[in-house]
């Protein structure tokens, strides 16, 4: 569809304006807003003063000696980001191509229970999950000392368990929103590919790579891209179940500097030129992850 | 094709509903117009204050037909961010409650009035001085409550009687402390509290003769207090075993309600609950440390209404009688009898039910060991570089002497942080 | 083919097993908050692997509706996330299937500055975001509420839609044109049809985007009147006194339309109405 006429190119605009003017009448502002402070002194003592100083506070979020340490955190953030997209995206499509066999019966019920963790309200869950992980009460060492008569964990007190503690909880909270989309991307794979693999005798694995992913990934990619954002942002689950990044501070993401820059030491230019530094580090991974995937281009195009 | 048929349905409704919805919206975004002059309170108090106050409101409000007011809770730290975000942009409420630290901030900012000038002297005279809170040579909140202060509540079914010294308290947590069932765990616990949060530290701290910042606001941290502190905490826990393993408020809170801990150490707050789930309990001030011979000293803070700095004019005028009457001795008298809070009206301080009530007199006992609560910004930072090597000290990761340490350095690079 | 029977009723049983293990994974903390509901006094958590709990009543549950206005909330959050879903499910679908299908100038500048609203962290737009509300008297306004949630769940809409439409042959719509179709036509009769699963996609995100969210609803809805569930359920919560019973039973009772809208809407989402049955 490429010589467009007239008439075609104000359908076209009609679809896409009425979304454009919603998002960006809300967007722009804030964003250039957030531009400018980043490049002013706004703190405390320079709440309605405040002037811009140029790049003084970018200089600070990468020289600051900060406790934890700004590149650790950074380091953790990647870490808690990957480890969790891979687990969502790997039990969402697994759990996805089970209950999309035809054989499975009561799958109403079992997709009803498998899509709870995305409905329930997460505060109180990841307040649930906290007091799972507790040493001598929670359940989770309970059931360990008690069913299987191995020694209790002491999930929140060391830095390693408790990061992997939030990691968990986490994993649990974001799989059913994957399983749901994976469940859609199946339904446009035409049957009688399968059917044609089988009369050639393919092993599921040949299916799963060469008929499965491909045709899922166009729908995939956007959820998977736009997951890795959320989740790298993702400050409630950490700071609720870690109860403010217990043990000792060490389990935090950058956002939670963002927060605590803003709403703790009231320093906004800081907060803002770390802001600034994180979407810079989103968008470069986007603009990498969506080249290496084609997910611009039509894939029949 | 029926599927097709039904979907397409769906579609059309909702794109009808689209545009329905966005009209009605349109309705609701123009706001029903109430002729009453309207003031708003935030607050960060629980459900059984929001009660009492709006019995106090209903009532200013039939005094009143013309104005109409509205409470509205924020979670602490939603309250402050909140009020900053809305005050700076011309907004937020008449009227900001909470306890005092939050004046720090807010005066920094200009986002509330000096109050000296607008009540009276004689008004002014009426209150307990430390329900005043002046920072900066003016009077920015005065308060209706004082006290947040942390106290031992021990459950009178297993403790007869209160400790009075920390030696006292380590032989009555022994006695407490117990595997009931045989399984090789322990199932009783003497004592607990939340202990990863520093708040809730400084009463050991005080005991031992430690405190937070000199006058001037500078921290004090690395101290003998601190380290003494600290080594009494973890005494009790690996040596004395008499407070579980790992403890924040909602498992401290549930070993108490449940019955699997003796006492606890928890604020003004916490009371009514216990009492509401049943169990009969006692409030006693803190143990003194022997070898100090300190009392140990909660933190006390002031809670009380501030002035957004927004208002003028007639909503200036009715937020101000609405402070005065909620300040009034009646509505204080109702308070501290439903809810057990110190009144700060200095008549209302020497009534019968304040000075006989068994909590009423543990309670102001405590607030007169106590200590009050810093209104200096600053304070956030204090927090804010405790509680990381409070909590190593618990992990065992750090030892009390380089926790002190630590603690100090942090807060004055986190001071230095805010300040530049 | 014996061999093939036998590994078939084999997966058929591993797969029970897996979906019966994941079953319990999710179930056991909804479990527990179903607890909480049932405790009195409200206990957050509990020192053992109870099933119940000891003297669980329904009291919560009751107090819910005759102590607090819950019911309020509920109708508000309703009519919020059904606008919002509608809203939602037209401009995403509009809109992703002209980022599908056609090329444009500032096709890729759009598709990317979808993604780059996403990427601030929500924090530091507090502020503005407020500055902005204010100027344009939408606080306190329905309408204005409405607008951030769309804002916020578009982006992700938009993107999933778009992909879905990839996926389908553009050989269809030549043929609905040659057919005598007009574009408007072939696009509602042809196209969206066939994304139904998408579309069931958009209509749960955006509900959940509205349902769900607290901060924005906070600094817009002032009046109390006009509160939604989670700013309802935040009132249960306070710094060392919440009331656990009620969140513990506010929350089931939030969770219970979500389950019933994707369990009506799953059927669509898992239609037999696939490309294999129309291109085959």
């Known amino acids: 569809m490429h010589n467009q006429t007239f008439r075609q190119r104000v359908f076209l605009y009609l679809l896409v304006a009425p979304a454009f003017i919603v998002l960006f009448g809300v967007v722009i502002y804030p964003f250039f807003y957030n531009i400018v402070l980043s490049l002013s002194n706004m703190n405390l003592r320079h709440i309605r003063d405040w002037r811009i100083v140029g790049f003084d506070q970018y200089i600070k979020v990468f020289t600051e000696p900060s406790q934890p340490d700004f590149y650790v955190v950074f380091l953790k953030t990647v870490i808690w980001t990957a480890v969790n997209l891979f687990f969502h995206v790997l039990l969402g499509v697994f759990l996805a191509l089970v209950l999309n066999q035809k054989e499975i019966r009561g799958k109403a019920i079992f997709r009803a229970i498998l899509v709870l963790p995305w409905a329930v309200p997460q505060l109180i869950v990841a307040l649930t999950w906290r007091g799972m992980f507790n040493y001598e009460y929670g359940s989770i060492n309970l059931m360990l000392t008690q069913w299987l008569g191995l020694p209790g964990v002491q999930w929140l007190r060391q830095p390693i368990t408790a990061f992997i503690a939030v990691i968990i909880t986490n994993v649990w909270l974001g799989f059913p929103f994957m399983m749901v989309i994976a469940l859609g991307a199946l339904q446009s794979i035409p049957h009688d590919l399968y059917e044609a693999a089988d009369i050639d005798g393919a092993s599921w694995y040949h299916k799963l790579r060469h008929i499965t992913i491909p045709l899922i990934q166009p729908v995939m990619v956007p959820a998977i891209t736009l997951g890795t954002i959320w989740t790298f942002n993702n400050l409630n689950i950490v700071w609720l179940v870690s109860n403010a990044g217990e043990p000792s501070d060490q389990t935090h993401l950058m956002v939670s500097f963002v927060y605590k820059a803003a709403f703790n030491f009231y320093r906004y230019g800081y907060g803002a030129a770390l802001s600034m530094v994180i979407f810079f580090i989103l968008l470069a991974f986007s603009l990498t992850f969506m080249k290496k995937s084609h997910a611009t281009q039509n894939v029949y195009s | 094709m029926k599927l097709q048929t039904s979907l397409r349905a769906l579609y059309a ?388 002497e380089q926790a002190a340490e630590e603690m100090q350095a942090l807060a004055l690079r986190r001071i230095k942080e805010m300040n530049e | 083919m014996v061999r093939g029977k036998n590994t078939t009723s084999l997966r058929i049983a591993a797969s029970y097993l897996v979906l019966g293990i994941f079953s319990l994974v999710a179930l056991y903390p909804v479990w527990q908050i179903f607890n909480i509901s049932l405790r009195p006094s409200d206990r957050l958590l509990s020192t053992s692997l109870e099933f119940l709990p000891a003297h669980a009543s329904l009291r919560n549950y009751v107090a819910l509706f005759t102590e607090r206005p819950f019911f309020l909330w509920l109708l508000n959050s309703t009519f919020i996330a059904v606008t919002v879903t509608a809203t939602g499910v037209v401009l995403a679908s509009t809109c992703g299937y002209a980022f599908s299908r056609y090329s444009f100038i500032g096709k890729k500048f759009g598709l990317l500055s979808l993604l780059v609203t996403q990427m601030f962290p929500a924090t530091m737009l507090l502020l503005p975001m407020y500055i902005m509300l204010v100027q344009l008297h939408l606080i306190n306004s329905y309408l204005g509420i409405v607008i951030m949630y769309s804002a916020t769940a578009l982006p992700f809409c938009i993107w999933q839609m778009k992909g879905y439409y990839d996926t389908i042959p553009t050989s269809l719509e030549e043929a609905g044109m040659i057919d005598g179709c007009s574009q408007l036509q072939t696009f509602t009769r042809i196209i969206l049809p066939l994304a139904a699963p998408a579309l069931v996609i958009t209509a749960l995100f955006s509900f959940m985007a509205a349902w769900t969210e607290y901060v924005v609803a906070a600094q817009i809805l002032q009046d109390t009147e006009m509160w939604t569930l989670p700013l309802g359920l935040k009132s249960f919560e306070s710094n060392m006194g919440s009331e656990w019973g009620l969140y513990g039973a506010a929350s089931v009772i939030v969770t219970i339309p979500v389950v019933v809208l994707f369990l009506s809407l799953s059927r669509w989402l898992v239609s037999g109405l696939t490309l294999g049955s129309v291109k085959g």
């Open chain 2, 13 to 400: 409704l909702a794109v009808a509903g689209c545009i329905v919805a966005a009209s009605v919206s349109m309705d609701g975004c123009v706001f029903k117009r109430d002729p009453r002059i309207r003031l708003t309170i935030w607050h960060q108090d629980r459900i059984d204050v929001r009660i009492v106050l709006q019995r106090q409101l209903d009532r200013f409000m039939q005094l009143h037909p013309e104005v109409r007011v509205e409470q509205l809770f924020k979670e602490t730290e939603e309250l402050r961010s909140g009020f900053i975000i809305a005050a700076l942009a011309g907004q937020g409420p008449e009227i900001v409650y909470g306890p005092s630290d939050q004046v720090g901030p807010f005066e920094m900012m200009h986002i509330i009035l000096p109050l000296e000038d607008i009540f009276s002297k004689e008004w002014l005279a009426l209150i307990d001085p430390r329900g005043l809170t002046w920072y900066k040579g003016h009077l920015y909140q005065v308060a209706d409550k004082l006290g947040n202060h942390l106290t031992l509540v021990y459950n009178k079914k297993l403790v007869p009687v209160p400790p009075t010294t920390e030696e006292e308290l380590v032989r009555i947590g022994k006695s407490l402390t117990a595997d009931l069932n045989g399984d090789g765990k322990i199932d009783r616990y003497g004592l607990t509290w939340n202990y990863t949060e520093p708040f809730f530290f400084i009463p050991f701290m005080t005991g031992f003769g430690g405190w937070i910042m000199d006058d001037a606001g500078r921290p004090t941290l690395n101290s003998r207090g601190t380290v003494d502190g600290l080594k009494f905490i973890k005494r009790l826990r690996d040596v004395e075993r008499i407070i579980p393993n790992e403890a924040d408020y909602n498992v401290a809170d549930i070993l108490f309600k449940d019955g699997n801990a003796g006492m606890i150490i928890n604020g003004d707050w916490s009371w009514a609950g216990y009492q509401n789930a049943g169990l009969d309990i006692g409030v006693a001030p803190l143990p003194k440390i022997t070898t100090t011979g300190l009392w140990c000293a909660p933190m006390v803070s002031p809670k009380g209404f501030s002035l957004n700095s927004n208002i003028s004019g007639e909503k200036k005028t009715w937020a101000l009688e609405l402070v005065r009457f909620l300040m009034s001795p009646e509505n204080q008298m109702e308070s501290a009898r439903e809810l057990f809070t110190m009144p700060t009206n200095l008549q209302v301080q020497q009534s019968d039910f304040v000075q006989q009530n068994d909590i009423m007199r543990n309670s102001r006992l405590q607030i007169d060991r106590g200590r009050p609560l810093p209104v200096v910004p600053e304070l956030r930072a204090i927090w804010d570089a405790m509680r990381p090597s409070y909590q190593a000290v618990l992990a065992g990761t750090m030892t009390p």
